[in-house]
């Protein structure tokens, strides 16, 4: 098997089943348009045009002021393109985010596992507080290379994972009870860490699974995961083959957030993609970006320094969304030669610079 094609296959038993282990709109200002008309006594009642505003006025700076600065937004997103000399980065059309916006003004350090298992991830891994204590280590490792972006630390959970076998429903999938989503909350809340919620779908689909996280989205520092490598669209079950969305189904959970930000006044959800191969995600293209959300595509393979580097080259600087992110592996990026991870340098060198730092 391809090094970094398919992350390593787990097959724990657990009374919940099989977990699998294997690893725009844009707003624009409205064109002022003032008020010549008078009133009823326009006759004798001078009415000054410069001080009158028109609703689309006042609409339009309500729309500015509930947006980011703009200069400010566009300068740090040219800073992550540093270097770039080919035009694709920074992603020239993208709408300015809503307030309370997070990228690019902090880089997320995030934790992935479920608490099921020990071999999903560093989440489930380790005890809460020793786990907590080496995000600490390695977050604090991204502020001493990077100062100019500060690092914070984030807890990805698989909410819903990926089967060998396609349960009472054929769907291959299990979704993780909500009090182990209440688990990960309250680790979280030591640190006031950021939360993810992944979806690996099997052969169901966003449609049937994003909703019946609402509860949890509709948290302010509560965001999502969509894992394509366990998005099975033809008779092969997970782990058979790599999966793939596409962009229908990335504008489809980009939109369902956006409608929760709008609904619930939050600031804007962060969208982690999964992606380590050129299938996995189909007309990249044709993704819209939305102020209410912002999108990372993740380079999510394992494997030696040159490799993960090539496959960053490849498919994430290549085809160009809005941000970037990499997955650290503590243990499959050991298992070829040279036997070691990449360093917070070697990644903090890359073009773009990847915002979204993931440690499994």
């Not at 959800?269 to 595509?297: C, N, W």
């Amino acid at each position: 098997m391809k090094q970094g094609t398919f992350r390593s296959v787990i097959l724990p038993i657990f009374s919940i089943g099989l977990l699998w282990g294997l690893h725009g709109c844009q707003f624009t200002e409205s064109g002022r348009s003032f008020a010549t008309g008078a009133t009823a006594a326009e006759d004798t009642v001078a009415i000054n045009e410069d001080t009158v505003e028109t609703k689309e006025d006042t609409v339009a700076k309500q729309v500015k002021s509930t947006t980011v600065d703009s200069l400010e937004y566009h300068a740090l997103v040219r800073d992550l393109a540093e270097h770039d000399t080919t035009g694709r980065w920074p992603v020239a059309e993208q709408p300015v985010p809503l307030t309370g916006a997070i990228l690019p003004y902090k880089r997320i350090i995030a934790f992935y596992g479920n608490l099921y298992s020990a071999k999903m991830g560093i989440l489930g891994e380790l005890p809460p507080d020793d786990m907590l204590a080496k995000l600490d280590g390695e977050v604090a490792a991204w502020n001493a290379v990077d100062t100019s972006t500060e690092a914070i630390p984030a807890l990805h959970y698989i909410a819903v994972t990926a089967q060998g076998s396609g349960g009472r429903d054929g769907k291959y999938r299990s979704r993780m009870p909500f009090s182990q989503v209440d688990s990960v909350l309250r680790i979280a809340k030591k640190r006031d860490a950021l939360v993810f919620l992944d979806i690996q779908v099997g052969f169901s689909t966003l449609a049937d699974e994003l909703p019946r996280l609402d509860t949890f989205l509709r948290m302010p520092h509560v965001h999502l995961g969509i894992d394509p490598e366990f998005s099975m669209k033809d008779d092969l079950p997970p782990g058979k083959r790599v999966g793939h969305f596409t962009a229908e189904d990335i504008n489809f959970a980009a939109s369902h957030l956006a409608e929760l930000v709008r609904e619930h006044d939050l600031p804007p959800k962060v969208l982690v993609v999964h992606r380590f191969t050129q299938g996995m995600v189909k007309d990249y293209s044709r993704i819209a970006l939305r102020p209410e959300v912002q999108v990372v595509i993740n380079m999510d393979g394992w494997g030696a320094p040159a490799l993960k580097k090539n496959t960053y080259q490849s498919y994430i600087f290549r085809e160009p969304v809005q941000f970037t992110g990499f997955k650290f592996f503590y243990k499959n990026d050991l298992i070829p030669a040279p036997h070691r991870m990449m360093t917070v340098e070697e990644v903090n060198s890359f073009i773009p610079k990847p915002i979204y730092i993931q440690y499994q």
